[in-house]
């Protein structure tokens, strides 16, 4: 596209992109005097945090709620007087039976609570009856063995960095599919033989390293928890924003325009180049950049990169914080003067094709919390070592609630299990109405008594993207909770896909990451930021967006 333009303006700063990221940085920009312009090339800012009405209640449609790490995401709440709040209810695992001769579990799929002492699954006592329960005498009498092992074994700098590798060097198999794989693939969306350690959990190896115990560097981590003073403490890895997490963005926006900054829907970045160098009209000072931006509208599908749609015009700007997905910032990113070709040349991972579909019915039977805050699913196929779990009911061809048969059960023979088939579709529950008291509240006040609201995700890697209706929904509540709900019972639902979000960081992708923002340090007041150079995760993102915005605060040029 043509640089030509219809009219050029000055700015303190252009951040691009309206996302998460894009919002933090310009609202610390602001913060710090300056006047930025935020532009996001679709029709709403927050990117996957959005809101929306169901059962006439405002409710998270993407994110809900944020591992707590750090205190970037907290911090930034607590300056914008939102109070942090912890779910309500405990968590469950939906479990593959154990393996056979064990004694120890039964032949079906099965709940079991999360336990008590454990970061993203990574018990600080593997031999914790609530940890044995899930994972069986023989896996956490491995993984208690991390206790006997070098600090560094799995924390050298020749040892695979992934997470799965990770855990299993430490603490074995058992550790890794019943507790670790599940919950992490149901955070984050990717397995963790998929993930970088460092990114998803970061300075633990290196903790594993300095005290001797992955056990140990967990413990650590739960204990500077307990100790927090932010609200954001205590036995919950995740926290949300009271009210729910989409105020979040909605305070930034306001924020930001409140400061002397301007937000812009439907424009998108065309092209970047450095400022021309000449001396402007009143003898002001060159900007460092000039940005093309045009109108946007949507393309050929919702996960499509919106294309430009009408006239150019340019901002002239000091400071660039690009925040925008990955295909947009590489390809404004190429040719940067000082910046190598090879740099930009990334192979962004796909992320898994993510359905959510959110459902609220009268059901007197889910008044009791069956499932507590809600369920991981662990995936289909994990090798099973030896344990014991509680028995659920599952849907029936019949639709009725039913004990799962079982047809791939122990061999007679004492030989290894056949795979039992798992009896939902859905990959985690959340029954929002118990989690999130706000969301009970507000469908109460509306509605009258048992009225609730469950939210079942559906999408893994490398899987189709899913199919999912209102009768999936309800077979998949049946046979995780037990409650069987009739269509008529439902007031109102929803479906909303996120297709490609959540790109998985590998090991791989990580330095390659890293490589390109040591190459573009050097340049003068540009810097990158979202989650595809973050890693995935609220708490990551604002983060990496507010050091972004620091290096920029300063005088002319960063």
Known sequence: MSEEAVGERRWDALVIGGGIAGLTAAWDLVRAGLRPLLIEARGYTGG????????????????????????AATSMLAELGLRTAAPHGRPRLFLPPLAPGSGAGPSQWGLHRFPDHAYLGIPADPLAPDVVAIIGQEAARRAAQDADLPGSV???????????????????????????????????????????????????????????????????????RRARQDGAGGRSVDAAVEGGLFRLTDA???????????????????????????????????????????PTRRGATPSDEPVPDGAQEVVATDRVVVACSAGAALRLLRGIPGLPASATELTVPVGAPIARFT????????????????????????????????????????????????????????????????????????????????????????????????????????????????????????????????????????????????PPVTPAYRERTRLLEEQLAPVTGLKVTGAWVAGTGIAAVVEHARAAAGHLRGSHGG
């Open 154 to 224: 799995g924390t050298g700098p020749g040892d695979p960095a992934d997470l799965a590798s990770f855990v299993t060097a430490r603490m074995g198999a058992g550790v890794l599919e019943r507790l670790v794989r599940p919950i992490v693939a149901g955070i984050h969306s990717a397995d963790p033989a998929d993930l970088a350690a460092d990114v998803v959990m970061p300075r633990l190896r290196r903790a594993t390293a300095e005290l001797g115990s992955l056990s140990a560097a967990v413990a650590a981590v739960l204990e500077r």
């Open 252 to 294: 930034l926006r306001e924020a930001i325009e409140a400061g002397g900054g301007s937000v812009r829907t439907r424009t998108g970045a065309q092209w970047l180049r450095p400022g021309s160098g000449q001396e402007r009209a009143g003898g002001q000072a060159p900007a460092a950049w000039r940005v093309g931006i045009a």
């Open 359 to 502: 459902l609220v019915a009268r059901a007197p039977e889910l008044s009791g919390g069956p499932v507590g805050s809600g369920l991981l699913v662990a995936p289909a196929g994990v090798a099973e070592p030896a344990g014991r779990g509680e028995p659920v009911a599952a849907a029936s061809s019949t639709g009725t609630g039913a004990s799962m048969p079982d047809s791939h059960g122990t061999d007679p023979g004492g030989g290894p299990a056949r795979p039992v088939a798992c009896p939902v579709r859905a990959k985690a529950l959340s029954h929002l109405s118990a989690k999130w008291p706000w969301v009970g509240a507000e469908l109460r006040a509306l509605h009258g008594p048992d009225v609730h609201a469950l939210r079942l995700s559906y999408g893994r890697p490398g899987q189709p993207r899913p199919q999912v209706d209102l009768q999936v929904a309800l077979d998949d509540v049946a046979a995780l909770t037990g409650v069987r709900i009739k269509p008529e019972a439902v007031i109102d639902h929803m479906l909303v896909r996120w297709d490609g979000t959540l």
């Open 48 to 71: 996957l945090v959005a809101a929306g009405r169901i059962g006439g209640a405002r409710m998270d449609l993407g994110a809900e709620g944020f591992v707590v790490r750090g205190h």
